[in-house]
């Protein structure tokens, strides 16, 4: 079956970078997305890769998949703390009107 | 566009009574998800249409909840009778043929 896991928690300092991991299990994932909520707010779509890719970067975010490995991970550059909220990631297998499966999400606290 | 729409955005009820949860999905988009978000479960996916028509109903709780796509620009989640188990934020997201999914703000749902 589908499965998405995630560390539940990270705290970095201002400035710092921060790495947040993702592993999925189901290998037919062809599109795989880093989503971000902010208390009270709906889930909004950060970025998202083909499975095809190893890397996409997007100014201050960086991902990485390793395919092999089922090993997703999101880098945010200098970290603000705007950036303190929970990130999810989140699995879409290729086909069509298939559904994203999503981890239970990680929330990111961002001290300054 | 002005996004996937849902309403209400708070709902408080009585155990017992029934609830419906609407959604406008983006203007061309094609399929359509609803899901649950608790503290205890995460985001769970309860159903999804692609053109109108369920494609996945087996995240649904249980026969209290149904759920309609009668045309392309509306859905709607009813819960009947509700109970005080079903308090949560529910989630509407659409999609088009591609990879992005939008989300709308959700609906907190509260029984008492």
């Keep these: 079956g589908e499965d998405v896991e995630q560390s539940l928690f990270l705290s970095v300092r201002e400035g710092d970078s921060s790495v947040i991991n993702c592993t999925y299990t189901d290998s037919s994932s062809t599109y795989l997305y880093w989503y971000k909520q902010e208390p009270g707010a709906g889930l ?31 880098r945010i550059a200098d970290t603000q703390t705007g950036d303190s909220a929970i990130y999810f990631c989140a699995e879409r297998a290729n086909q069509a009107g298939t559904a994203l499966i999503f981890g239970k999400g990680t929330t990111l606290s961002v001290s300054s | ?60 709780p249980e026969d209290r909840f149904s759920a309609k796509m009668p045309n392309a620009s509306f859905s709607t989640l009813k819960i009947q009778p509700s109970e005080p188990r079903d308090s949560a934020v529910y989630f509407c997201a659409s999609i088009h043929r591609g990879t992005e999914a939008f989300f709308g703000q959700g609906t907190r749902l509260t029984v008492v």
């Excluded at chain 1, 997007?58 to 090993?71: F, G, S």
């Excluded at chain 2, 996937?4 to 999905?25: D, F």
Aim: aromatic share 8%; hydrophobic share 35%; with cysteine.
């Design chain 1, 44 to 74: 909004q779509l950060l970025t998202y890769i083909f499975s095809n890719m190893d890397m996409k970067q997007d100014q201050r975010l960086t991902v990485l998949l390793n395919k092999k490995d089922k090993h997703l991970s999101l």
């Design chain 2, 1 to 60: 566009d002005a996004g996937v729409i849902q309403s209400p955005r708070h709902e408080v009820t009585e155990m017992g009574q029934e609830v419906t949860l609407r959604c406008k999905p983006i203007s061309g988009h094609n399929s359509l998800f609803w899901y649950r978000q608790t503290m205890m479960r995460g985001l769970e996916l309860l159903i999804y249409f692609n053109n109108n028509v369920p494609i996945d109903d087996s995240g649904m």
